[in-house]
């Protein structure tokens, strides 16, 4: 296989195994892309600016601001005014929006585990923990 084909074959492999995780959550359901995006920087992130989201997630910030209206509605964010400028709000998750993300990862994680006990043998699951830094490289690469 040369590298087109290869580069081609691994994308498409990450990309259905990244729908399929999707699937296995409620959230799926609830939320578009952009929205789980955007809850997943704020649990990485712990609070940003809208801007900061907006431009994080590659939307408009009036897009941005339909989001967080949304999500707010919904108990999942919270919004906080800045101590040093009251036109700037930080927005950052509820307790209830970081339960979310947990039980997203934790059924995506259960699924996952299930899919590679049932499927692979223990010589394949040996050689995907082989090629995970590997992986991990390619996700560094700029």
Do not use: C
């Not at 939307?59 to 967080?68: E, F, G």
């Amino acid at each position: 296989m040369n590298s087109t084909e290869l580069s081609s074959s691994l994308r498409n492999a990450v990309s259905a195994l990244h729908k399929r995780l999707r699937k296995q959550s409620g959230a799926v359901d609830m939320y578009s892309m952009t929205e789980v995006e955007t809850i997943s920087r704020l649990f990485r992130a712990t609070s940003l600016l809208p801007t900061e989201l907006a431009l994080q997630t590659r939307v408009k910030t009036q897009t941005m601001s339909q989001i967080l209206k949304k999500m707010e509605e919904q108990g999942v964010i919270k919004r906080t005014p800045s101590k040093d400028d009251r036109r700037k709000v930080f927005v950052s998750l509820t307790p209830a929006g970081r339960k979310l993300v947990e039980k997203t990862r934790y059924d995506r994680d259960e699924w996952l585990m299930g899919a590679i006990e049932e499927s692979l043998t223990a010589k394949e699951k040996e050689l995907i923990e082989k090629v995970l830094p590997l992986l991990n490289k390619l996700v560094e690469t700029k």
